[in-house]
C-alpha cells in the first residue's frame, strides 16, 4: 500500500497574498475609485465583489491581476514559506503547488513559476501544477481558499441552469456535496449533455479550507477541516489528527 502522503497547494490565497497584493495595486491605480476593505470582502471572486459595487468596477479589478509584474509581486502570506520547506522535507509526504493559471496568459504562468524560483528555489519547479480543473489532479489534501473546488465545467452548468438563488447558496454553503443528490445528478447530465470538458465529480483528495478574508464567515462545516493560517497547526492536519 502507498503509504505517501500526497499534498497539493493551492498559491493564491494559501501561499501569496492574493488579496492584499489586489487591493494594494487597485488603490495605487484607481486612487479615486471605491474599494471593497479586506474585512468587507464576502465570496471567493474579488470581480464579482466589485461589480456588485458599481459595474464598472469589476473589469477594473480584472485589469489588476491581468497587469504584469501582478502575480510576480505577490508577498508570501506569513509562514507559508517556512511552512512549505518544511513540509518537503517531511519522509513519506510529498509536497505539490496545484493553482489555476487567469485565462489571460501573458504574465501569469512565466510568473507564477518565476515566483515560485524566488521564494521556493529551483527545486520546487518540478512540483508546480497549472490547471483551470484541480478535480482531476490526485492527491490526499488539497489545501485551498475557494470553498468550491468544482471543474471548470460543473461550476458554468450551475451558473447558467439553476436559478442564481441555488447557485448562490452552493457558493456560500461552499461544498459541492451540499448539493442535493439528484439535483447533482440532473447538473451532471447536463454537463455530459453538454460534453462539457471531463470534470470528476469525486476528487480523490479532501480539500481543507484555507482561511482567507473572503470565507473566514462562512458558517462552519461539520465535514469540512479548516486551516486558520500558517501558524495554525497543519502538521496535525497533515497526519489527519484532527
Ligand atoms: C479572486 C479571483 C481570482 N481569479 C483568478 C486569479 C487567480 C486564480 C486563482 O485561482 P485558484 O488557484 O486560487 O483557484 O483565479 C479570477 O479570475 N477572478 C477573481 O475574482
Not at 499534498?7 to 495595486?25: P, Q, S, T
Not at 436559478?163 to 445528478?185: E, F, G, P, T
Request: with cysteine; proline share 5%.
Amino acid at each position: 500500500p502507498n503509504t505517501r502522503l500526497r499534498v497539493l497547494l493551492d498559491m493564491d490565497g494559501v501561499l501569496a497574498d492574493f488579496e492584499g497584493g489586489f487591493l494594494k495595486k487597485y488603490r495605487e491605480r484607481y486612487p479615486n475609485e471605491p474599494y471593497i476593505s479586506l474585512e468587507e470582502r464576502r465570496g471567493f471572486w474579488v470581480s464579482t465583489q466589485y461589480g456588485e459595487l458599481r459595474a464598472d468596477l469589476c473589469d477594473k479589478a480584472i485589469s489588476i491581476w491581468e497587469s504584469k509584474n501582478f502575480f510576480m509581486e505577490l508577498e508570501p502570506l506569513p509562514g507559508s514559506v517556512e511552512a512549505v520547506k518544511e513540509m518537503a522535507k517531511m519522509k513519506n509526504t510529498d509536497v505539490f503547488i496545484c493553482t489555476s493559471p487567469i485565462k489571460h496568459y501573458a504574465h501569469c504562468p512565466y510568473e507564477k513559476y518565476a515566483w515560485v524560483e524566488r521564494h521556493l528555489g529551483p527545486d520546487f519547479l518540478e512540483k508546480v501544477i497549472l490547471t483551470r480543473d484541480k478535480t482531476i489532479v490526485s492527491g490526499d489534501i488539497l489545501v485551498d481558499d475557494k470553498p468550491d473546488i468544482l471543474g471548470p465545467g460543473q461550476l458554468a452548468i450551475i451558473e447558467r441552469n439553476v436559478n442564481s438563488a441555488l447557485y448562490q447558496k452552493i457558493l456560500r454553503q461552499n461544498v459541492w456535496s451540499s448539493v442535493h443528490k439528484s439535483n447533482r445528478d440532473w447538473i451532471m447530465q447536463q454537463d455530459s449533455d453538454q460534453k462539457h470538458e471531463s470534470v470528476e465529480p469525486n476528487p480523490s483528495w479532501e480539500h481543507v479550507l484555507f482561511t482567507a478574508c473572503h470565507n473566514k464567515h462562512l458558517p462552519v462545516s461539520t465535514t469540512q477541516r479548516r486551516l486558520l493560517s500558517w501558524a495554525d497547526n497543519w502538521r496535525d492536519i497533515l497526519e489527519g489528527k484532527c
